[in-house]
């Protein structure tokens, strides 16, 4: 069965500090992935997704990227942390009809 | 582009049947999905719809309306765990990407 991790689960950092969240798939070859951002209790914000490694397309312009170095590691990152950057972040893959999140990792940024 | 219209909440009592719409607007559509979010979680799938009518998965079902672009999860003998976030999901052929609703909060009263 597939299995999507992410890690940290929380994360606590100061405005203008780089950030880099990780999330691995298991049990399935070549997924497309996605990258979210939830808001506390608001909606789901696509950021970034990719069909293959390298290959990503951003939803979304900000101070955010993503990187695939792996087929199946999907990578956020930040250079400088900003205020709103804080909130839920989820990491998905997904067949064609269901997208099966992580756990997420709930980002605060003081 | 898609968008997609549900309540913004819900409130029922323990026992009972809830129903949440959802109305959507689209070209190419594809799929209509449902996922259930509990606070402090991530989303989870629940069903899935390409055809017309009802797909019944034990205590939850889900319809569809394809000429009236409508689509409904029905939640019957509610439990005070059913309280949680309740989003619906398009999917356009030939798009990688669903478009989710802003996402219906059912709280459940004893």
């Known amino acids: 069965s597939q299995t999507i991790h992410q890690w940290p689960a929380t994360l606590v950092q100061p405005v203008g500090s780089p950030l880099s969240l990780e999330c691995t798939v298991e049990g399935t070859s070549n997924p497309n992935l996605y990258w979210y951002r939830q808001a506390a209790g608001r909606g789901l914000q696509l950021l970034f997704y990719s069909v293959g490694i390298g290959q990503i397309s951003s939803e979304v312009p900000q101070n955010l990227s993503a990187s695939r170095p792996q087929d199946r590691q999907f990578i956020l990152s930040s250079k400088k942390l900003l205020l709103s950057d804080s909130g839920f972040y989820l990491c998905?893959?997904?067949?064609?009809?269901?997208?099966?999140f992580g756990p997420g990792t709930r980002l605060l940024v003081l | 582009g898609q968008s997609l219209e549900q309540p913004s909440e819900v409130t029922a009592v323990e026992g009972a049947i809830v129903q949440i719409n959802c109305t959507y607007q689209?070209?190419?559509?594809?799929?209509l999905s449902w996922y259930q979010q509990h606070d402090g979680g991530a989303p989870t799938f629940l069903s899935y719809n390409a055809l017309d009518g009802l797909e019944e998965t034990g205590r939850f079902s889900s319809f569809l309306s394809r000429s009236d672009s409508y689509g409904y999860l029905l939640l019957q003998e509610l439990q005070m765990k059913d309280s949680a976030s309740y989003f619906c999901?398009?999917?356009?052929?030939?798009?990688?990407?669903?478009?989710f609703g802003r996402g219906t909060s059912l709280i459940v009263h004893p």
């Open positions: 689209t070209s190419g559509f594809y799929g």
């Open positions: 998905a893959w997904s067949t064609q009809e269901t997208q099966y």
């Open positions: 999901a398009v999917r356009v052929g030939g798009s990688y990407i669903p478009t």
